[in-house]
């Protein structure tokens, strides 16, 4: 059978539809008959790191950084295939491939100056590591400075990132904040949400909620609410009603099932004591999604009561 340009066009849509095996036959199929295309190998490696096949991904990504050095996103996309590899295996194994990572970053980073997305790797990959194998929180903000430079909202969030992660929450807010204001999308919203559900101040995060469905009226937003507030025990009766017009309104692009709302509903009516209510919603949970731990652990609380 004679594949053509065509036939890579099509793997863009089977990337879209997550058909990420169906992807990779029919790119190795291409390449049997086109084994030097660029674009073919890169999708190869892309459709296995799409898969979790750290090594086989890391054998094409190769391939292009061989064939083609100067090529800042093949370093970027090398160096992240050999980082996703150490993550996946013991630490000690992992440190044999740390200095291959952030040398393929690194390059990444000096062959495109406005490469953003390889400045926020360097920026997590230094604030992560340990410092007796080159980690350091210098380094991390001297790369938030170059994405600050490139865009004010990815700098924000980098140093947002870099203040939280080194246990300063008053910067990291700082931060968030004015991403916020300066970008005000639902991520920066997100970001300084999970700051607050962190540092146990579940009150500033229903705020931070409320002000993000002011902007951006998603519905996912009123499960939020209902989360803080069961896992916090505040503000319970708008937590429910949040929770019952998120499942009215449901949809698959809300990404949370519905049984984690009634989950949610669940421990709400168990915080005020009404089991009745409480056991009515657990056991819809369960219904829908029977294997989940924690909806048989919320059932045996209830019952205990």
């Excluded at 065509?6 to 793997?11: K, Q």
């Excluded at 870099?162 to 639902?186: H, N, Q, R, T, W």
């Excluded at 009404?274 to 059932?299: D, V």
Aim: hydrophobic share 35%.
């Amino acid at each position: 059978m004679a594949f053509s340009q065509s036939d890579l066009d099509d793997t863009e849509t089977l990337f879209q539809n997550k058909q990420f095996n169906k992807a990779e036959q029919l790119v190795s199929n291409y390449l049997k008959t086109h084994p030097n295309d660029l674009r073919a190998i890169e999708l190869l490696g892309d459709a296995y790191g799409h898969q979790k096949k750290w090594d086989a991904a890391i054998l094409q990504y190769k391939k292009l950084v061989n064939n083609k050095g100067n090529h800042a996103n093949y370093h970027y996309k090398y160096g992240g295939a050999l980082g996703m590899k150490a993550l996946s295996v013991s630490k000690l194994r992992a440190l044999g491939f740390i200095g291959d990572v952030k040398e393929a970053f690194l390059k990444a980073a000096e062959l495109d100056k406005n490469h953003i997305e390889v400045r926020w790797a360097l920026v997590e990959l230094y604030m992560q590591l340990p410092g007796i194998i080159g980690g350091s929180k210098s380094k991390s903000l001297y790369y938030a400075e170059e994405l600050e430079a490139l865009s004010k909202v990815d700098g924000y969030l980098a140093k947002g990132y870099v203040y939280e992660y080194d246990d300063e929450p008053e910067l990291a807010e700082k931060y968030y904040k004015m991403a916020i204001k300066e970008g005000g999308s639902v991520t920066c919203f997100n970001k300084l949400t999970t700051l607050y559900e962190n540092e146990k101040e579940p009150e500033k995060a229903i705020e931070n909620i409320e002000a993000a469905h002011k902007k951006h009226q998603r519905n996912a937003m009123y499960y939020q609410i209902g989360k803080v507030a069961a896992e916090y025990n505040i503000e319970l009766q708008k937590g429910a009603q949040c929770l019952l017009i998120y499942l009215e309104n449901h949809s698959a692009k809300d990404g949370v099932p519905k049984a984690w709302a009634h989950y949610r509903l669940a421990q709400i009516y168990m915080h005020k004591k009404n089991k009745q209510e409480a056991l009515k919603y657990i056991e819809l949970a369960i219904a829908e999604l029977p294997k989940i731990k924690p909806f048989k652990e919320q059932k045996e609380k209830i019952l205990s009561r």
